[in-house]
């Protein structure tokens, strides 16, 4: 996921060995969010 996230700008925070799934996302600002759930939708989909 992180690497999907990178390819469309944008960071997300660590992941873990023992969660392969998981990553830890810290959000900032409105501008952030937007960008994130924006990338969130393209990955899923």
Not at 17 to 42: H, N, Y
Request: aromatic content about 8%.
């Amino acid at each position: 996921m992180k690497t999907a996230f990178a390819a469309r700008k944008v960071e997300i925070g660590r992941n873990w060995d023992i969660w392969p799934t998981m990553s830890r996302v810290s959000v900032g600002s409105m501008k952030e969010m937007e960008g994130f759930c924006a990338a969130l939708d393209q990955i899923l989909t």
